[in-house]
């Protein structure tokens, strides 16, 4: 069920609007853009998509911009980890 969901989301073009919603939303867009991509990213086919669109770049410029958007709680929801 999971599966299909990021299967629906990548076809539609959601890798795209993630990262635009990350580079240019507000913080609270930007957090939840970043953890929708972290956790799309678990497929290595969508790593793949993700780098293309330009994904590494706006992590990288959300780090280093010091966005608490990367944090472990963020990124991995319901892992357990109470940061």
Do not use: C, T
């Not at 991995?76 to 940061?83: L, M, R």
């Amino acid at each position: 069920e999971k599966d299909d969901l990021e299967v629906a989301i990548v076809a539609a073009g959601g890798i795209e609007v993630l990262i635009a919603l990350a580079r240019d939303g507000n913080e609270a867009q930007k957090e939840n853009a970043a953890g929708a991509l972290w956790n799309l990213s678990v497929n290595d086919g969508n790593k793949v998509a993700i780098a293309a669109a330009g994904g590494i770049e706006v992590f990288m410029s959300l780090a280093r911009d010091g966005i608490k958007h990367l944090s472990h709680r963020n990124m991995v929801p319901g892992d357990g980890y109470d940061a």
